[in-house]
T-cell receptor
Framework: AQTVTQSQPEMSVQEAETVTLSCTYD???????LFWYKQPPSRQMILVIR??????QNATENRFSVNFQKAAKSFSLKISDSQLGDTAMYFC????????????FGKGTSLLVTP | DAGVIQSPRHEVTEMGQEVTLRCKPI?????LFWYRQTMMRGLELLIY????????DSGMPEDRFSAKMPNASFSTLKIQPSEPRDSAVYFC???????????????FGEGSWLTVV
């Protein structure tokens, strides 16, 4: 079974600064997808960014970017120019064809952005 | 486009009562997922459907839980009888499956907050 590990239960960053959230995963598959989801206090699950394993180029979405290291099975999320609205739980997730591309989530990192 | 729609958003029920959660996936999506979120266990996959057919229900905790998808635009998750430990946020999600620039991306509804007292 694939496992996803987020080793930072809580993090804090000042507004306008940059923060990196860590994620590692374990799989024997070569083709898979990785995601970061954001969950604000409203509890809605919001897709932040998506990475296909066969693509070497790191995905970016505005202020959000990833550092995908396939050999190391690492998938970190970098948030640049942090904003107060970035305060949320962030979940790293893995999917592949073995499970119908259902998401396997890490336990999450709680990010607090302070003024 | 409308996202995944879940109802009810909040429900408080007494132990032993039947609870039915409803979901309308995004039109054209072939996959539908039910997840449960608790503090203790995090986000757990309960069951998923492909083209209305249940594919994997190994995450369904007990026989008290059942899920159906009678057509491509509707699914239910039923708990009968409900117990306090079923209190959680239940998410329905859908995915277009493979292909396209956002293939295999899963989109979530806003969740159904269930409290069993």
């Amino acid at each position: 079974a694939q496992t996803v590990t987020q080793s930072q239960p809580e993090m804090s960053v000042q507004e306008a600064e940059t923060v990196t959230l860590s994620c590692t995963y374990d799989t024997s598959e070569s083709n898979y997808y990785l995601f970061w989801y954001k969950q604000p206090p409203s509890r809605q699950m919001i897709l932040v960014i998506r990475q296909e394993a066969y693509k070497q180029q790191n995905a970016t979405e505005n202020r959000f970017s990833v550092n995908f290291q396939k050999a190391a099975k690492s998938f970190s999320l970098k948030i640049s120019d942090s904003q107060l609205g970035d305060t949320a739980m962030y979940f790293c997730a893995f999917s592949n064809s073995n499970s119908g591309y259902a998401l396997n989530f890490g336990k999450g990192t709680s990010l607090l952005v302070t003024p | 486009d409308a996202g995944v729609i879940q109802s009810p958003r909040h429900e408080v029920t007494e132990m032993g009562q039947e609870v039915t959660l409803r979901c309308k996936p995004i039109s054209g999506h072939d996959y539908l997922f039910w997840y449960r979120q608790t503090m203790m266990r995090g986000l757990e996959l309960l069951i998923y459907f492909n083209n209305n057919v249940p594919i994997d229900d190994s995450g369904m905790p007990e026989d008290r839980f059942s899920a159906k998808m009678p057509n491509a635009s509707f699914s239910t998750l039923k708990i009968q009888p409900s117990e306090p430990r079923d209190s959680a946020v239940y998410f329905c999600a859908s995915s277009p499956g493979t292909g396209g620039p956002l293939g295999n991306t899963i989109y979530f509804g806003e969740g159904s907050w269930l409290t069993v007292v």
